[in-house]
């Protein structure tokens, strides 16, 4: 056993603390005086409370220490699962030695032959463990041991191991290159070894690890690929005329970029896309290009993709086209706000393609970043900072920020750190007080980002068949929007929280996803006073929070009201404060205008309707459905329904008789499409009323018994009400409409 790299952290010598986790193994707890001096030291030896940004740099950084001490490492246990519960919170990496060889018998039965292995129960390893601060997880070492039981290897031996006998993309290159100009895989090692400077033998990889790529590689030529990608997309084009592609080839006849949007997504996108995320953190190494992804969020909360992008290089000029060809896709329609990571190049491509959009930089691209940045620094006080960091980002006042930015500064001693001095310039792209007055639908929070990067995660294992790439993309975007129309379907049913007037018209109106987020705000509404200051202004303010004073300015003549929260112009939802202001002035319905049809149960942009309607006829006919179920629900409330229906008649009747009127959309109207899902509140109360479908309406509230969930078959109550017109239906060829016989009872209303 090598003397020099026996080490192991003394307690007894250092002054720390020690603990057993759940295997009785002995953790170390180092003082955070002691982890500063450290981590300013040149010493790359592991040390307890070292902190990481993700598990893929604490292996990087173990691995490039074992490698100087002559071995390599592997991936041993893991607390948790990636993608269920918390994840994984633990993990282990041990010496490439430690543990024992298994033997597992044949499926006949018998026992495989005695093959000779490396491992010999070594003990070294080390330990880090999740911690999530901020919604921003990092990673600390608590657990690291540096004995072996066996010799290490030497500088030009351990180079050998597998693990560090992988070769890098440029070497990739290199011997793709060299394999094109027909030359064998010892001229090739040999001229690497000249190129690099290294003595015979001395790469980093073998003949056979050469031979081995050459044999994975499906064809030399890359200019295969290419081919095979704009030929995937002229077969959808022939198959689809709504699918969107474009390419540009360079000097060399090579292809540079190529972009592509599905007919869904241009759909999606009617509806959906005034809010963007473009996400270009991502690479396809397949065919060595950046891949962006456009991507929103629909009235559900589902996550849906745009667009799509492959680009060779990373600048401006890239991203030029890249974003005037999604917006070409979109019919020349740029989004309000869009969303991307710290990119100075993009950040300037976006003002030159889209100037009159807002452009913002996600919060977590940058808040993960911090560890690198300031944990050095600011060794021990650095959760403190950071705490306060996440407060100023999380400001409404413009005043307050810049106030406790300079305190903050001073504080910390950061004037010289060249990472603060660029947040600061780039402030206005990312902290909340600059872009609230900008909408933004929920996007820049960290829970709506999981989801698409768990989608993203799937596109990039689909790399391997590059020959179909584009199709596997489009299946996995297809099941992505099937998967959000199931999990609307399992949120139908809503419960009432606080008997509001505004709470029970809100759900039939909103879809399930708003609707949770207005319910927020009506439950935490109570908590406020409000006070007359002046005329037309209010001063809301916290029962016991101080601090949490905000004004409202309400204007009933006009129907406008607006808080200085500016949370309904940040995410679409009424804020406490003013639901608050209208509920303490006798105020028992929202205004319409604040329901913003962005987030209501309206048409799906999939169903047949939308794709034969323009952008303008689809805006109409949204204000024909809430002018529709304003008109149910005031005839059922005031009990008018035989009035209702009479003008209706004589509505349909005007219609009919307009020369030159056309019905040829068509609608399929089933009864199951028209089921009334029950929506409770907490008391026991039952409202009937539509969740699903545009084209299901409100039906009468009714008051009923909770009945127990017994498996017992619950009666299903159908709505009868017609649906002519409104969704598209030839009202002359409907059996009810058509008929000369119209009356209440045929419209099924009680």
Same mark, same amino acid.
């Given at each position: 056993m090598s003397e020099g790299a026996s080490m192991m952290m003394d307690s007894s010598e250092n002054g720390t603390d020690l603990s057993q986790d759940d295997n009785g193994t002995i953790i170390e707890e180092t003082p955070e005086e002691m982890i500063l001096s450290r981590q300013t030291s040149v010493n790359l030896v592991p040390f307890i409370g070292q902190r990481f940004i993700s598990q893929d740099a604490a292996y990087e950084f173990y691995c490039s220490f074992a490698k100087q001490c002559g071995f390599s490492i592997r991936r041993h246990r893991t607390r948790g699962k990636d993608g269920v519960g918390r994840g994984v919170t633990r993990r282990d990496f041990t010496?490439?030695?430690?543990?024992?060889?298994?033997?597992?018998?044949?499926?006949?039965?018998?026992?495989?032959?005695?093959?000779?292995?490396?491992?010999?129960?070594?003990?070294?390893?080390?330990?880090?463990?999740?911690?999530?601060?901020?919604?921003?997880?990092?990673?600390?070492?608590?657990?690291?041991?540096?004995?072996?039981?066996?010799?290490?290897?030497?500088?030009?031996?351990?180079?050998?191991?597998?693990?560090?006998?992988?070769?890098?993309p440029d070497d990739k290159a290199r011997i793709c290159m060299f394999a094109k100009a027909g030359m064998s895989v010892r001229q090739m090692l040999r001229l690497m070894e000249l190129e690099k400077g290294v003595k015979l033998g001395c790469l980093p990889f073998t003949e056979i690890?050469?031979?081995?790529?050459?044999?994975?590689?499906?064809?030399?030529?890359?200019?295969?690929?290419?081919?095979?990608?704009?030929?995937?997309?002229?077969?959808?084009?022939?198959?689809?005329?709504?699918?969107?592609?474009?390419?540009?080839?360079?000097?060399?006849?090579?292809?540079?970029?190529?972009?592509?949007?599905?007919?869904?997504?241009?759909?999606?996108?009617?509806?959906?896309?005034?809010?963007?995320?473009?996400?270009?953190?991502?690479?396809?190494?397949?065919?060595?290009?950046?891949?962006?992804?456009?991507t929103g969020i629909d009235n559900h909360g589902t996550s849906c993709f745009f667009g799509f992008v492959l680009l060779r290089d990373e600048n401006m000029q890239s991203f030029c086209w890249a974003l005037e060809r999604f917006v070409c896709f979109m019919k020349g329609k740029a989004p309000l706000t869009i969303l991307t990571d710290q990119n100075m190049w993009l950040k300037e491509a976006i003002a030159m393609e889209m100037p009159n959009t807002k452009h913002a930089i996600c919060i977590w691209h940058i808040l993960a970043k911090f560890s690198d940045w300031f944990a050095t620094q600011l060794g021990s006080h650095y959760d403190d900072w950071k705490a306060q960091f996440y407060r100023l980002y999380s400001l409404d006042s413009v005043d307050d920020f810049e106030s406790g930015w300079k305190e903050m500064v001073i504080k910390y001693q950061l004037h010289e750190n060249k990472h603060i001095t660029s947040l600061y310039a780039l402030r206005t792209f990312w902290a909340l007080p600059f872009l609230k007055r900008c909408f933004f639908a929920g996007?820049?929070?960290?829970?709506?980002?999981?989801?698409?990067?768990?989608?993203?995660?799937?596109?990039?294992?689909?790399?391997?068949?590059?020959?179909?790439?584009?199709?596997?993309?489009?299946?996995?975007?297809?099941?992505?929007?099937?998967?959000?129309?199931?999990?609307?379907?399992?949120?139908?049913?809503?419960?009432?929280?606080?008997?509001?007037?505004?709470?029970?018209?809100?759900?039939?109106?909103?879809?399930?996803?708003?609707?949770?987020?207005?319910?927020?705000?009506?439950?935490?509404?109570?908590?406020?006073?409000?006070? *007359? $200051?002046? =005329?037309?202004?209010?001063?809301?303010?916290?029962?016991?929070?101080? /601090?949490?004073?905000?004004? +409202?300015?309400? &204007?009933?003549?006009?129907?406008?009201?607006?808080?200085?929260?500016?949370?309904?112009?940040?995410?679409?939802i009424l804020c406490r404060h003013i639901l608050r202001v209208l509920s303490t002035n006798n105020c028992f319905e929202i205004p319409e205008q604040y329901l913003p049809i962005r987030w209501r149960n309206l048409i799906s942009p999939s169903t047949n309707f939308s794709r034969h309607s323009s952008r303008d006829q689809s805006y109409k006919i949204q204000i024909l459905e809430s002018m529709t179920t304003t *008109? $149910?629900? =005031?005839?059922?409330?005031?009990?008018?329904?035989?009035?209702?229906? /009479?003008?209706?008649?004589? +509505?349909?009747? &005007?219609?009919?008789?307009?020369?030159?009127?056309?019905?040829?959309?068509?609608?399929?109207?089933?009864?199951?499409?028209?089921?009334?899902?029950?929506?409770?509140?907490?008391?026991?109360?039952?409202?009937?009323?539509?969740?699903?479908?545009?084209?299901?309406?409100?039906?009468?509230?009714?008051?009923?018994?909770?009945?127990?969930?017994?498996?017992?078959?619950?009666?299903?109550?159908h709505f009868s009400g017609p649906c002519y017109d409104q969704f598209g239906q030839d009202t002359s060829d409907c059996p009810i409409i058509g008929s000369d016989h119209l009356s209440d009872d045929t419209l099924g209303y009680i």
């Open positions: 010496c490439h030695r430690g543990g024992y060889p298994q033997t597992k018998p044949s499926e006949d039965g018998k026992m495989q032959r005695n093959r000779k292995s490396s491992r010999c129960g070594c003990q070294a390893y080390m330990r880090i463990v999740r911690r999530a601060d901020f919604e921003i997880s990092e990673w600390r070492v608590t657990g690291f041991n540096n004995v072996h039981n066996h010799e290490l290897l030497k500088l030009n031996e351990v180079c050998l191991l597998p693990a560090y006998s992988a070769m890098t690890d050469v031979r081995n790529l050459l044999q994975s590689f499906r064809n030399v030529n890359r200019d295969y690929d290419a081919i095979d990608l704009i030929g995937m997309c002229k077969k959808l084009k022939d198959e689809n005329p709504e699918f969107q592609y474009d390419f540009k080839i360079d000097a060399h006849n090579r292809l540079e970029h190529i972009a592509w949007s599905y007919a869904s997504s241009i759909e999606m996108y009617e509806s959906f896309g005034d809010a963007v995320v473009f996400d270009t953190t991502h690479h396809l190494d397949s065919c060595d290009m950046l891949l962006g992804t456009w996007l820049m929070s960290t829970s709506q980002s999981e989801p698409t990067n768990a989608v993203v995660q799937r596109i990039l294992s689909a790399q391997s068949q590059l020959h179909n790439f584009i199709e596997k993309v489009a299946e996995i975007v297809e099941f992505n929007d099937r998967s959000g129309g199931t999990k609307q379907k399992m949120q139908q049913k809503i419960f009432l929280k606080t008997g509001s007037p505004m709470e029970a018209r809100a759900a039939k109106i909103l879809t399930p996803f708003a609707f949770g987020k207005l319910q927020e705000e009506l439950v935490l509404a109570p908590q406020y006073a409000t006070h *007359l $200051i002046d =005329e037309g202004c209010f001063q809301v303010k916290h029962h016991s929070q101080i /601090d949490d004073v905000y004004k +409202v300015f309400w &204007d009933p003549g006009q129907q406008h009201i607006s808080c200085s929260c500016q949370l309904f112009e940040f995410s679409g *008109l $149910i629900t =005031e005839a059922i409330e005031m009990e008018q329904l035989d009035f209702a229906c /009479d003008r209706i008649k004589g +509505v349909l009747s &005007d219609i009919k008789e307009i020369p030159g009127s056309t019905h040829d959309i068509p609608f399929n109207c089933t009864s199951d499409s028209l089921i009334i899902p029950d929506m409770e509140d907490t008391d026991g109360l039952v409202q009937s009323f539509t969740m699903g479908n545009a084209h299901e309406s409100i039906s009468l509230g009714k008051l009923k018994e909770k009945r127990p969930r017994d498996g017992v078959d619950r009666k299903r109550r």
